[in-house]
């Protein structure tokens, strides 16, 4: 059974694009087909893959318009198992052209069909805001992974987030779930940090992963590279963290 | 004369708002009577400022649809000399409700007439993305000041950034300038940092601020305790490098 997963959280900086890359790759390496979707007009997920936006000739721009099928604009990755669909900078101006078009919030539902026959699992992974590319990644998603770093601004911006979903949820898309909160970049001798870590298992119970990630200064080195933390910084921390991640998220689908 | 500047990057979570409160906050303790405009429907400057959204009568929504006076939606805040116009979370409506407005980049520049008489300084936080509500800040200012966090996406966001504010200064403000870049977050610990670092400041010359503000707990907590950093831990590193930058932007106005 094929899962489609938004990596989705309004606030920006939270570790959304460092979780897509690396639970993408975990996947893949534990056997599961994989493909990660980048819809993040910044194209972070692509450059994190080691790709190069101005050689790739298409793109999910061209998907979401309805002028190239999803097949051919998937590339391979240097991970055994991933592929990605990338995003190139057209993309900004897709919010745009999109907002005139008929059916403008499934464009990416009717884009991906026929994908999760191929794919254990495909990743979304979505810029910054509540506008319509998030929406379409919540409108063609099962459900929402929410990484969250602990910070104050961060228990608002959730509460926002799950209006959002409820909206969708009773007009888009009846199956949409909250898949888990993931707590990211986690410095346990902050107290702020210990304290909202503690507020959002309190509130929101079993639906926080079990993993919380670390700060660590190699899974933010890693994009450089154009690598997944797994080749490397294969022993540390933030590998570490990502395989049990991923683990768990194999458990919950 | 009066200056109308911009915090903006459309990477997330690069320390725009944080920037945005503690340069507004020290402006006003320099003796410059500062606004600070929330632009993002996160609201997250309202919040840091110790406001509750859900008490606001008015707020910049209701003065970019046209409904209400700027004077009307604007209150004093803790800090002596700073007036805050906020946002609250009908702010996420507003984006689809100016798509369809005439004049739809300009609806800030017309909201704010008159307030440059009353105010030396103009800040304005926005959200993390080149939509429609950044792109009425770059029209209504006159001046961006880019906060970078030292991370390897940095430097591909700015490229994107400076593309957009040429087309804007091309088509619909004739004024716009790069105010300054402002690195943030800065860990010298971290290679990584250095070397992004020593890359801004080979390619920006002297647009890069001398004072790089470091990554200090204190400056994460002081929000949830709705105080900008000069009372909240007034002797500290951030307080002090967030005064070095106050100073520093007095010198370019
Ligand atoms: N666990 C971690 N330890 C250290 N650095 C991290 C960690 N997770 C992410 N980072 C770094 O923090 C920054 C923000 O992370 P990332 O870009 O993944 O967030 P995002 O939510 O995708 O951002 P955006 O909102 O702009 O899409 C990046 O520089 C990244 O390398
Ligand atoms: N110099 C600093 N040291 C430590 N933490 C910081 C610093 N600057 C910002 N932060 C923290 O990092 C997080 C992101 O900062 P902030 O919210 O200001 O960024 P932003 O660019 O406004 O984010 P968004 O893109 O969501 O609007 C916040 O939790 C903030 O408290
Ligand atoms: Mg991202
Ligand atoms: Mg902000």
């Known amino acids: 059974m094929s899962r489609t997963l938004a990596i989705l959280n309004q606030k920006g900086g939270v570790g959304k694009t460092t979780t897509a890359v690396n639970l993408a790759a975990g996947l893949a390496l534990a056997g599961q087909p994989t493909l990660l979707v980048d819809l993040d007009p910044q194209g972070n ?51 745009v052209e999109l907002a005139t078009m008929e059916a403008r919030e499934h464009r990416l539902l009717r884009g991906l069909q026929g994908a999760a026959e191929r ?51 009773r007009g888009l898309n009846p199956r949409l779930e909250v898949f888990g909160i993931l707590l990211t970049m986690m410095d346990s001798r902050a107290k702020l940090c210990r304290d909202v870590a503690d507020a959002v298992r309190r509130q929101y119970g079993p ?32 590998a570490q963290a990502y395989r049990a991640l991923t683990q768990e998220v194999i458990a919950r689908c």
């Not at 979304?124 to 990484?147: E, H, M, Q, R, Y």
């Open 119 to 169: 794919y254990a699992v495909i990743i979304l992974d979505t810029p910054p805001s509540l506008g319509l590319l998030p929406i379409n990644c919540l409108v063609a998603a099962d459900a929402v992974l929410i990484p969250m770093q602990c910070e104050f601004f961060a228990l608002e911006g959730l509460a926002q987030l799950e209006h959002t979903m409820r909206l969708i949820k």
């Open 45 to 95: 997920a692509t450059t994190a893959l080691g790709l190069t936006k101005s050689t790739l000739e298409a793109s999910i721009y061209d998907v979401l318009l309805g002028e190239c099928p999803w097949a051919e604009a998937t590339v391979a990755t240097k991970v055994a198992g991933l592929d990605l669909l990338p995003a190139t900078l057209d993309l900004a101006n897709a919010v």
């Open 207 to 238: 639906r926080v992963f079990a993993t919380a990630i670390p700060r660590t200064i190699r899974l933010s080195e890693a994009p450089s590279y154009g690598e997944a933390i797994y080749t490397f910084d294969p022993k540390g921390k933030g």
